[in-house]
Nanobody
């Protein structure tokens, strides 16, 4: 079994920062791409940022220059550093990873709430 466990969400004021973490565990042979998605109430889930196993990154236009994705391959963990947060960043943030395991597929975390409000 493979699990993705997220942490680091919470309530923050506009302009503040948060760091999300997502750790993969279980029978993992290799992890390919990892990424963060978010879903706001009444909206579709959207890609926020992604990173390949080699470290190439990709960001949504709305977060470029404010968010940074990184990963620690030795710890099977991906991070999302979020700076200059805006109320429109409020959403449930989900971790996703393509994992080679007994069942090779994309796996999702349970989600962590990020609320940006004064």
């Amino acid at each position: 079994q493979v699990q993705l466990v997220e942490s680091g969400g919470g309530l923050v004021q506009p302009g503040g920062s948060l760091r999300l973490s997502c750790a993969a565990s279980g029978s993992i042979l290799r992890i390919n791409d990892m990424g963060w998605y978010r879903q706001a109430p009444g909206k579709q889930r959207e890609l926020v940022a992604a990173i390949t196993s080699g470290g190439t990154t990709n960001y949504a236009d709305s977060v470029k220059g404010r968010f940074t994705i990184s990963r620690d391959n030795a710890k099977n963990t991906v991070y999302l550093q979020m700076n200059s947060l805006k109320p429109e960043d409020t959403a449930v943030y989900y971790c996703n990873a393509h994992i080679y395991s007994t069942v090779t597929r994309g796996y999702w975390g349970q989600g962590t709430q990020v609320t940006v409000s004064s």
